[in-house]
């Protein structure tokens, strides 16, 4: 079974820097995919950026990136000149490439001060 | 864009009252997943269905049921609501398909409060 696992239950940053969230994860598949979701205080669950495990180059969605290392099973998000509007519950969640269960981690508050 | 929607944003309901909550997505998506989320506990698959009349059990069923009479449309029963289903609700859809379009979307939630 598939388990991910986000370190960080809250964390801080000033508005226009720059933050990265933990994410490691624990399969045996080899192709598979990941995905951060933004919630924000609306409840909306959003899809921030996704990344397949057999491209080697990282996403990139704007001023959303990740580090994603598949030998040590991490996939981290950076988020560049972060804004008020970025502060929400951050989830990181497996897919197996055929699957259907999204397997989440516990979510990491992420609070952007002005 | 694709569209999950959930027909009840806030519900309060007594203990042992039947409970429905209803999602529509309108992408003709093949699969589609009711999760509960508590703090702390991230998201939990209750039950997912691949196909019209199909479901399968996710990680935390008991207590729970489900329909999916039309393509489109997923319901989630509470039998006999007790207080620890008191939750938000998370419906969400995606194709059967891998690549590109293998991504899951979801609705806005429903706030369910069992007194």
């Known amino acids: 079974a598939q388990t991910v696992t986000q370190s960080q239950p809250e964390m801080s940053v000033q508005e226009a820097e720059t933050v990265t969230l933990s994410c490691t994860y624990d399969?045996?598949?080899?192709?598979?995919?990941l995905f951060w979701y933004k919630q924000p205080p609306s409840r909306q669950m959003i899809l921030v950026i996704r990344?397949?495990?057999?491209?080697?180059q990282n996403a990139t969605e704007n001023r959303f990136s990740v580090n994603f290392q598949k030998a040590a099973k991490s996939f981290s998000l950076k988020i560049s000149d972060s804004q008020l509007g970025d502060t929400a519950m951050y989830f990181c969640?497996?897919?197996?490439?055929?699957?259907?269960?999204?397997?989440f981690g516990a979510g990491t508050i992420l609070r952007v001060k002005s | 864009d694709v569209k999950v929607t959930q027909s009840s944003r806030y519900l309060v309901k007594r203990t042992g009252e039947k409970v429905f909550l209803e999602c529509v997505q309108d992408?003709?998506?093949?699969?589609m997943f009711w999760y509960r989320q508590d703090p702390g506990l991230g998201l939990r698959l209750i039950y997912f269905?691949?196909?019209?009349?199909?479901?399968e059990k996710g990680d935390i069923p008991e207590g729970y049921s489900v329909s999916r009479e039309k393509k489109e449309r997923f319901s989630l029963i509470l039998e006999s609501a007790s207080t620890n289903q008191t939750s938000m609700y998370l419906c969400?859809?995606?194709?059967?398909?891998?690549?590109?379009?293998?991504?899951?979307?979801f609705g806005e939630g429903s706030w369910l409060t069992v007194v």
């Open positions: 969400a859809s995606k194709t059967a398909g891998t690549g590109l379009g293998n991504t899951i979307y």
């Open positions: 399969t045996s598949e080899n192709n598979y995919y």
């Open positions: 990344q397949e495990a057999y491209k080697q």
């Open positions: 969640a497996f897919l197996t490439l055929y699957g259907n269960k999204l397997v």
């Open positions: 992408m003709d998506h093949e699969n």
């Open positions: 269905s691949y196909d019209v009349k199909m479901k």
